[in-house]
């Protein structure tokens, strides 16, 4: 019995680990950003948008949306805070409401897209 009780252990504080770095990579960008050092927080929050974080998937478009740290791509903005939103960010939504009447029909279709490929490329890796 006790044997797998620390077996059960084991592998919680395994599977506890990625989401604690995960929470100290975005709280990093965190940091980063509140110094205007947006290529830091960027740095951070990319690879947590990849990998599927929704808060840092909002940030990424927000940063794409109002140039923070990247040149403004709309079509980049819209890919990042869609997935956001459709995984319930509210802000993203918000966000996207705010930018869409700013971007062309071109715009719109290449976020779109890339929200595709992306959703693609993630099915592939799972």
Request: charged share 25%; aromatic share 8%.
């Amino acid at each position: 019995m006790r044997m797998r009780s620390i077996a059960l252990l084991a592998s919680a504080i395994a599977l506890a680990a990625p989401a604690a770095a995960s929470a100290q990579d975005y709280g990093s960008g965190l940091r980063c950003y509140e110094i205007n050092d947006f290529g830091c927080a960027l740095s951070h929050w990319m690879p947590l948008a990849q990998s599927g974080m929704t808060r840092a998937q909002y940030r990424v478009g927000s940063a794409y949306a109002e140039g923070t740290g990247v040149p403004v791509d709309k079509a980049e903005a819209y890919k990042w805070l869609s997935i956001a939103a459709a995984k319930g960010d509210r802000t993203a939504a918000e966000a996207i409401d705010s930018i869409g009447p700013t971007m062309s029909r071109a715009e719109i279709e290449e976020g779109m897209r890339r929200v595709g490929e992306f959703r693609s490329m993630r099915r592939g890796r799972i």
